[in-house]
């Protein structure tokens, strides 16, 4: 992903769907085939919200509305050999709750 892409995170062809939101949840898996690195290995079952995702992987790419590569190797060492996903496990259609403020 080029540089100036990533000011816009979400590839045009999918900025149909929400992301980044506090209500977006995403699930980390990681691939347990004896190669997989001791930081893929902590967050592998962890949930993240989706307005967590920008600061926590900053090298993330978005493949589809439910599939996210966390690239976490680029972020850690500068190499593109990581094979962890975030799926998706909630996508809200709107908030559940939106408090009404009256002046």
């Given amino acids: 992903m080029a540089v100036q892409d990533r000011k816009t995170w979400i590839p045009k ?3 149909e769907h929400g992301y980044f939101s506090e209500y977006d949840i995403w699930h980390y898996i990681s691939i347990s085939d004896g190669r997989r ?3 893929c290995e902590k967050l592998d079952g962890h949930d993240y919200y989706g307005d967590e995702l920008r600061s926590f992987f900053p ?4 493949r589809s509305p439910n599939v996210i590569d966390v690239n976490l ?3 850690l060492w500068g190499k593109d050999t990581c094979r962890c ?3 998706r496990t909630f996508m809200p ?3 559940k709750f939106v408090p009404k403020i009256t002046i």
């Fill in 93 to 95: 259609s709107e908030p």
């Fill in 37 to 39: 690195c001791e930081y």
């Fill in 13 to 15: 062809e999918l900025s």
């Fill in 59 to 62: 090298d993330l790419e978005i």
């Fill in 73 to 75: 190797h680029l972020t």
């Fill in 85 to 87: 996903k975030l799926v």
